[in-house]
């Protein structure tokens, strides 16, 4: 009986303190490897991963495999995929809503890390024009955190191919973040140092993307044990040919921009970040640095593949055969320097991507195409109708219209937005059409597509109407694309692996929004804004107590 009167006030104090016993079970990781692969669909895995033997078969064998994930907003794109698995927050709230927005007073597009006081710092070759920073993104991100509240102080180091990418997940203040420039080479910006990082510099100095240059993408596996045609049908390949073999120097004497697109557009840039990852981290002594640290690299070449070939293309699968094999050298790579139990990994997606529309209609499906332009084009003549000769439509930017200064408040002073509204649901390629003043932040905790979009729309940054296309349906000049509601385009891979991470195949619903709370707090950081949930089913604790953020649910 007096051992049941000293336990009794214990369970009590574990049943109102529920984030302790789990908490009591966990040791930091010294090292969180943060990988995004831009537009990786989550049935890639089910479709491709009979052929993954390294990294990618290593994630699936022994991390956590969650297998309902989906973004829950409607702009699926990349700037705000990245930001969001960054923050732990939705669109609406770190502002991050699209890779450009449109600028009415200024008449021109803004990169979503444009920053106009800030000058690049490259690599190479000089580069000219405003340079990128995080300024637009609102939220701190998993990486500010971990500095701020680690001591000594975390470091981190953020590569992609993209700024809006590498930017978002570096967060604010990174010790290093770098992305290349379309010019061919690799820069960095004002914002985030004065000077070329002298490790990055000298790992690029030793590996010159040039030496790729006689290269020559090909199948790495036998023909005939790729899926799908092998020239995929709409393709719109750029500056690579129709199908395999791919010669990176093409009809070029020596390294120029149309090397560089190709040397972009293949696996090969994949591999060389995360050769680059490695040794800086080895250059910076991660090994002996205190508390948590953090890489974060954006693997971008599926995203370019994929809109050139499309998912069905032998292209997308031999770029995911050959991320593979970067991923398992850079994991050996780790596990020689942290040690294989001390480190713990994320992979996701920013977002996933439609069929090309002419395969799909090959299937009978409903399916087609317009470039942004015709799309304005479609739209500005609703208008015309409605109101009469002019011009109305000033931009569009993915499926968000954007309408000349003083369009608006015409069509309130004559009450004319029903009938313009009902005009482009009358497009035989649109299923609805949202304007600005149906978009409610409260709207957002419900479900469809009206609560998909005001999860990712800003007053200030988004379009004045949303226009939903119908399913497989793009407005986009390449092969194919993705920025929508749909299954397609939202659902993707989410693999958890190594410290603090229960092995296995998981069905619970989870979100890209949940990485960076699951990774905080294995990381034992707080982060104050999160809008997702800490993936407890996956972590190894003995508590089933949830210790969640501000849980954002979309009933799940």
Known sequence: MQVARRIFPLLLVLALCPAAPIRAQLSRPRLIVLLVVDQMRADYIDNFSSQWTAGLRRLLAEGASF???EYPYFDTLTCPGHSTIATGTLPATHRMVLNVWWDPRKATEVRCT???????????????????????LQVATLADQLRAQSSPRARIISFSLKARAAIPLGGHHPDAVTWFDDAGTWVTSSAFTKAPVPPIADFIRRHPVEADFDEVWDRAAPKDTYRYDATAVGAVPGAHTASFPHALRGDSASPDPAFYERWQTSPLSDRYLARMALDVVKQIYFDTAGGTNMIAIGFSALDRVGHAFGPQSHEVQDTLLRL???????FAGLDDLIGAHNYTVALVSDHGVASIPEQASSQALDAGRMTPPQ???????VFRRVLGPGHYVAHVVSTHVYLNRGVLDTVNRRHA???IRQGIRALPFVADVYSQDQISPAGADRAGTAAA???????????????????????????TTHGTAYDYDTH???????HGIRPGQYLQPASPLDIAPTLAFLAGVTLPQAE??????ALFVTSAAPYVSRAFTTGR
């Open 324 to 330: 593979d094999v970067a991923l398992g050298a850079l």
């Open 532 to 537: 997702g949930r800490v993936l407890r089913e």
């Open 67 to 69: 297998r309902q994930v």
């Open 417 to 419: 937005l029903d009938a």
């Open 375 to 381: 799309l304005a084009d479609e739209v500005d003549e």
């Open 453 to 479: 979009i005001a999860r990712s729309n800003d007053p200030q940054r988004s379009g004045d109407l949303t226009i939903v296309l119908r399913p497989n349906w793009i407005a986009y000049a390449g092969a």
């Open 492 to 498: 993707v891979p989410l693999l958890l692996m190594g």
């Open 114 to 136: 444009q920053d106009n006081t800030t000058r690049f710092v490259s690599y190479g070759r000089t580069v000219r024009g405003s340079a990128d920073s995080a300024a637009n």
